[in-house]
């Protein structure tokens, strides 16, 4: 796969440090972990969820962290020291990990629940009134008024 240098990109450019950062991870996707498998599902126009299979993993072994615009989701498994295992064949992966996804602006986690060695972490996407497209009224006849903001003081013309 051919590799991509985004430097001269970072240098004449300001405030798109999130966007080079993802464009640097979709290219070096070959690397990306596949443990544990997942998948991500739209359950309503604003609505997502990711399952991650966990098998083997109890709630406590888990760890889910929101910060600025991405979610971690780590796993670890703690043996028990008095119950030690011996295994004839050893399928189920229960080794630690640490997965992380990119999260749109706005979207936020809303819960998680573990059923059936599957977790499921819940999210919404709440665009904010002021973010919202909005309709704007058109005047006819007659010359719009300048607008009025709180707090300032109108001079007469």
Do not use: C, W
């Not at 544990?36 to 406590?60: K, L, M």
């Amino acid at each position: 796969m051919r590799q991509f240098d985004l430097a001269p990109l970072y240098r004449s450019t300001v405030g798109f440090d999130r966007l080079f950062s993802a464009l640097d991870q979709l290219v070096s996707a070959d690397a990306a972990p596949t443990y544990p498998p997942y998948n991500i599902e739209r359950t309503g126009e604003n609505a997502y969820r990711i399952t991650v299979a966990v098998a083997g993993f109890t709630d406590s072994d888990l760890a889910i962290e929101v910060k600025e615009n991405a979610l971690t989701l780590k796993g670890e498994r703690k043996s028990d020291p008095a119950k030690p295992a011996e295994f004839l064949h050893q399928g189920i992966a229960a080794r630690a990990f640490e997965r992380r996804f990119q999260l749109a602006d706005y979207v936020q986690v809303t819960g998680a629940a573990l059923e059936n060695g599957l977790l499921h972490i819940d999210l919404v996407r709440e665009i904010p009134e002021a973010k919202k497209p909005r309709q704007i009224q058109i005047a006819t006849g007659r010359t719009p008024r300048a607008p009025v903001i709180e707090g300032s003081v109108q001079q007469a013309a």
